[in-house]
């Protein structure tokens, strides 16, 4: 027997001492957790890991060491379950989802495993017992933050709903070593600095390099001065290595895979090179091959045209794909069957190579014909589409697909033959729309569009709101809308209750179950039960306790983490999302002037005192975004400067926003701004979170907003400015200037603002924002909405002054958020785009 063994036999021997004992132990055999003795002894639970992993005394163990530990411990427990998920999906060969995203916004794992494991009263054991400084502990783990925003979140949050819902799927995304870059400010301006996430390892992924598969390229890439060259005409392969990263479903008895893709050279190490004593050119090589899975791209906001980043979209496609043709073939013999075993879906277009490597796969090493690959293909695929941004829609120039894929060219110009046939054949003369629909743009350099690419190879597409999804159908590819009509459906994006409201909020989740039990864990619509009780005082109360203990935790948190002391006595009004000009932080701040100047004007002016919170990154070559940064920073100084107005306003910009922070601040809330012009946020997904959290939205009617204000009722959000087709029809005539010159606290805002009031060091630097908002146009329309908007922040100052009204509101927020659990969305996707069925695990293996 090993020494592990050993111990572990010493452990079990000794009967369980308490009833608290007896249930950890209970809770552990439900696990099969035979080697992991009870927490109260010696050597047991997370302290082997220190000793036998880490080889140190407990006693001495730093708090990286004891996360680490603890961590190991609880994927002990998780393991056999993960064997069991993987053993009963091969034998019973269901057919399953696979996910491909470029980006996982996973934020923290270990708080997460253990609340979906049910472990919490085991954790709150081991850590009395050993008096263990837990908060320290798990502030240890850094944020996996291998996504940019909404899209990364979404499709974390959805993997915790496949596993929920014991659905087989996989989610196949990059291994970035650095994820979004971590934020700090100086002097009121965005710095970035790198996230070396996993430079400490990571407790959770398991590397599976026996499973590594080859890529095959068209050119080499080599690294000169730090910067890529590629060597045209000289074929190379990659190796991409899989490491598995555990979902815990809810109740811990579906444990689904994320597989996160690492490049490297063919041979780990050039022993010839180092033979003939050229060492660093050994390892060169290797350093090439790992750059390409190096780094995040952080820029969510324009199609840059990196070719690096389209070089790591085919590396995600190829790696993804050659495993789940392996999987597919290891236990099918024939290809026809592939869509009855694989839905595979697209997270935007970045994995819509998917499309010709597919057809490669199935014409040239399958040696199908092009239809029957066609049909297996497009019947295997679909697409979500998350933006109508021109400026976001990938268009790849061709040269790069000549570079580095040029068999795919050929496949996607033979795509495009085909559908050119079509639409002539269909539209007789319409030349305008074979040049509209083709798959290659033409231009002074010829692209493909790889939204048409995604649309065509596939047999469903997808937007993330009602609304989102007309306007993709009536505008931004109506032509094959046209085409293809019943390949269009819309999916409305949710979130997982499990992260955003029985994790982050113990205060509001606690009073929940207290009043209509556990169900809504797993079923959110159970909330509609709260509906009453908004009009019973007792709970109305027992909601504004639990705000109000959420507030002071925030509070004390930002307090000795920062330094930066709040009230929570005051309105907590927060925008928190990536910094982009169609989501209007700009219009929140010019609202903050607005109400600065009537307190500057009127100081005895009766207000209920507010806390505007921002939070949020901009791309970093992204200079108003960046500029609007620094104005709300400074906007922050001048206030907390200004003895006048500093005990009834204060603006706070928090640094480095990631999926941490949204889960501290949201509970915290009382106001949620999601503020963009109608018709541009595809869907948003943080205004549900502050909405299952009782927080109130003031909203325009676009994305999921319009949703949600259907299920609540209008009456119980502030609604406010142009709708969808208000924005469109005022396009042609909108004035901005006409605002300036006829609303004088609009006027009055822009020109404290264009005095350099708050710039006095710095004069004339807010120049671009008076350009964006007078000179040019406006585009975004802040200030058509600017009026409307301080009338709705007016009623929400109203409202707050009586809690009884507020509270009644917020519960009726909190009972109609039912639909926007992701466990519906996917319940959705299961049934009507992959045709995909549950695979529970057995109880016993
Ligand atoms: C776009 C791009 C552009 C090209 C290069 C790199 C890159 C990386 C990420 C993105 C993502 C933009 C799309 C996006 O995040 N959309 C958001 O998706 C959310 C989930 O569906 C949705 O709630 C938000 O409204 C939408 O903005």
Redesign the pocket.
């Known amino acids: 027997m090993n020494t592990k063994g050993m111990i572990a036999h010493e452990v079990i021997q000794g009967a369980p001492r308490t009833p608290e004992e007896w249930r950890v132990s209970e809770l552990l055999k439900q696990y099969g957790c035979g080697p992991i003795g009870f927490v109260g002894s010696e050597n047991a639970f997370y302290e082997r890991h220190l000793v036998f992993d880490r080889i140190i005394n407990p006693r001495v163990a730093t708090a990286r060491e004891r996360f680490e530990a603890f961590s190991h411990s609880i994927r002990d427990i998780l393991a056999q379950r993960w064997v069991l998920t993987r053993s009963t999906y091969n034998s019973l060969n269901p057919k399953r989802v696979y996910y491909l995203s470029?980006?996982f916004l996973i934020g923290r794992s270990l708080t997460n495993n253990i609340a979906n494991l049910l472990l919490s009263p085991l954790v709150q054991h081991a850590v009395k017992e050993k008096g263990l400084d837990w908060l320290e502990l798990i502030e240890e783990e850094p944020d996996a933050g291998l996504g940019?925003?909404?899209?990364g979140r979404?499709a974390a949050c959805f993997l915790d709903s496949m596993a929920t819902m014991e659905l087989p799927a996989v989610g196949y995304g990059l291994r970035y070593e650095y994820g979004m870059f971590k934020q700090s400010i100086v002097n009121g301006w965005q710095k970035e600095n790198p996230d070396n996430w996993i430079r400490s390892g990571d407790p959770w992924e398991v590397a599976r390099p026996t499973e590594m598969v080859e890529v095959k390229l068209g050119c080499t890439f080599k690294l000169v001065a730090g910067s890529f060259q590629v060597l045209r005409g000289q074929p190379s392969n990659l190796i991409g290595i899989p490491f598995d990263r555990p979902v815990v479903g809810y109740g811990g008895k579906t444990i689904n895979t994320l597989r996160l893709w690492a490049a490297a050279a063919p041979d780990y190490f050039n022993f010839e090179e180092f033979g003939a004593g050229g060492f660093a050119g050994a390892v060169e090589e290797t350093l090439e091959a790992e750059s390409l899975t190096r780094v995040l791209?952080p820029?969510?906001s324009?199609?840059?045209g990196q070719g690096l980043?389209f070089f790591q979209e085919y590396f995600l496609v190829a790696c993804s794909l050659a495993d789940i043709v392996r999987r597919f073939r290891r236990f099918n013999k024939d290809w026809d069957e592939l869509p009855e075993k694989a839905a595979i879906q697209l997270n935007?277009t970045?994995p819509s190579l998917a499309v010709p490597e597919l057809m490669r796969i199935l014409v040239d090493e399958a040696h199908l014909g092009w239809d029957q690959a066609w049909d297996l293909t497009r019947k295997t695929l679909a697409y979500t589409n998350?933006?109508l941004l021109p400026e976001?829609l990938?268009k790849w120039p061709v040269e790069l697909f000549e570079i580095l894929i040029p068999r795919h060219l050929q496949i996607i110009y033979e795509i495009n033959r085909r559908l050119m046939d079509e639409v002539r054949h269909r539209f007789p003369g319409d030349e305008g729309r074979e040049t509209r629909v083709s798959l290659i743009e033409d231009g002074s350099q010829l692209k493909v569009r790889m939204a048409h690419l995604a649309i065509v190879g596939s047999h469903s597409t997808n937007g993330?709101a009602a609304v989102h999804s007309k306007l993709l159908r009536t505008t931004t590819v109506r032509d094959l809308a046209e085409m293809y009509p019943r390949r269009f459906n819309n999916k409305t994006?949710g979130v997982t209750p499990r992260r955003w409201l029985l994790l982050c909020n113990p205060e509001l989740s606690g009073l929940i179950t207290n009043a209509i039990g556990e169900g809504w864990i797993t079923d959110l619509n159970h909330l509609s039960r709260l509906k009453v009780l908004a009009d019973d005082a007792g709970f109305r109360d027992a909601f504004l306790a639990s705000k109000r203990e959420a507030k002071v935790r925030f509070t004390d948190w930002l307090r000795s983490s920062s330094g930066v002391n709040v009230d929570p006595d005051t309105i907590f009004d927060c925008q928190i999302k990536r910094i982009h000009e169609y989501k209007r932080q700009l219009l929140n701040a010019l609202r903050i002037v607005v109400v600065y100047n009537r307190l500057r004007e009127n100081p005895n002016l009766a207000t209920v005192p507010r806390t505007f919170f921002f939070a949020g990154k901009a791309a970093p070559a992204y200079r108003l975004a960046k500029l609007i940064i620094k104005f709300i920073n400074n906007l922050a100084g001048t206030i907390d400067s200004d003895p006048a107005v500093r005990d009834k306003i204060k603006v706070v910009f928090l640094p480095e926003y990631n999926v941490s922070l949204a889960e501290r601040l949201i509970p915290a809330s009382d106001v949620s701004n999601q503020i963009s012009t109608a018709g541009y946020?595809?869907?948003?997904?943080s205004n549900m979170k502050f909405m299952m959290n009782g927080v109130l939205t003031v909203g325009t009617r676009d994305?999921a907003n319009i949703e949600m204000a259907e299920e609540a009722g209008e009456e119980n959000l502030f609604m406010f400015g142009l709708t969808v087709e208000q924005v469109e029809n005022s396009r042609s005539w909108y004035n901005s200037h006409w605002h300036y010159d006829n609303e004088p606290e609009t006027r009055a805002a822009l020109d404290l603002i264009f005095s350099d009031y708050f710039s006095r060091n710095e004069p004339g630097i807010f120049t671009p924002i008076r350009d964006c908002l007078l000179t040019n146009g406006d585009h975004y329309m802040h200030l058509a909405d600017l009026t409307s908007y301080c009338q709705a922040q007016e009623a929400v100052s109203a409202l707050y002054a009586t809690p009884e009204t507020w509270a009644a509101k917020a519960i009726r927020n909190i009972s109609s958020s039912g639909k926007f659990s992701s466990d519906r969305t996917i319940a959705e996707y299961a049934g009507e785009i992959w045709n995909v069925q549950s695979c529970p695990v057995p109880e016993n293996g």
Do not use: C, K, Q
């Not at 940019?148 to 899209?151: K, Q, R």
């Not at 946020?681 to 997904?685: D, F, K, N, R, V």
């Open positions: 470029m980006e940019n925003g909404g899209l979404l791209y820029d969510d324009t199609m840059a980043r935007d970045h998350h933006t976001a990938e993330v994006n946020e595809a869907s948003g997904t994305g």
